[in-house]
């Protein structure tokens, strides 16, 4: 089944039942392709605080899935100075609407709709993605986005999260929820630690932004506890003699580096 973007504002409840209802019906485009549910334009409002939660700015690229109208795209750059926005629709006609929204702003080849699947589409030159999806779509997305994004990419959703995936931080504008996701560096794996003369064997995994795993110190066995990854920052605390070290630092992917200490992967 193909997809296509709910954008409706409702409150938590309503946008339940109002997600349920939907899914039990069948829509087409324009062309005839098969949606999973019909578009619904979201408030400009929430437009507004979704692209101000991403800090949206003129270093970024922004991908919008399920563009509908066009509208959080070309906010991203009109209002925001993104310095490239792209719209991802399945429905023609929506892709043909955009681009008048888009010329009625006197917008250039720095904004673009594709009249494409999201599932199909290459996100990897994004640096922040805005959705208004079924949370069961989100779970679909999920595995896709954290493999084609970079670390530190931000995602903000509308009504629906990301199960187990846990938002940096969500509010409610004028009663329709919002979500920042920050797309997590992956640093499962095992690590050599080195702080001065010391070094510190690290065996990691993280799912998400949850991070736990196992320190040997001086031969011996110690927890990591209050672990993270946020994007490419990492931080866990680890006794050392008697003490709590806190190590703060940044992945490249193959090695974390922070004030005093770096960690490569073994």
Known sequence: M????????????????????????????SDGKKLD???????????????????????????DLGSGDGRIVIAAVRDFKAKKGVGIDLDPQRIAESKENK???KLGDNVQFLNQNIFETDLSEATVVSMYLLNSINLRLRPKLLK?????????????????????????????????????????????????????????????????????????????????????KIRFTIDLDGKPVVFEGTSDGSTISGAGWSAKKS
């Open 103 to 105: 010329d009625k702003d």
């Open 37 to 63: 549910i019909f578009f619904v334009p979201t408030q400009h409002q929430v437009v507004k605080r979704m692209l101000e939660l991403a800090e949206v700015g003129p270093n970024d690229v922004h991908y």
């Open 2 to 29: 193909f997809l296509h973007r709910l954008r409706k504002p409702v409150l938590a409840l309503a946008a339940i039942a109002f997600a349920g209802s939907a899914l039990a019906q069948s829509y087409t485009t």
């Open 148 to 232: 084609e994004l970079k670390p530190g990419t931000r995602i903000v959703t509308h009504a629906f999260n990301m199960g187990e995936w846990k938002e940096e931080h969500n509010e409610s504008v004028d009663g329709y929820q919002v979500y920042l996701f920050i797309v997590p560096a992956n640093v499962t794996g095992k690590w050599e630690l080195s702080q001065g003369e010391r070094r510190i064997a690290l065996d990691l995994q993280n799912e998400f932004t949850d991070l736990n795993g196992t320190a040997t110190v001086d031969g011996k066995p110690a927890e990591i506890r209050n672990a993270r990854v946020t994007g490419t």
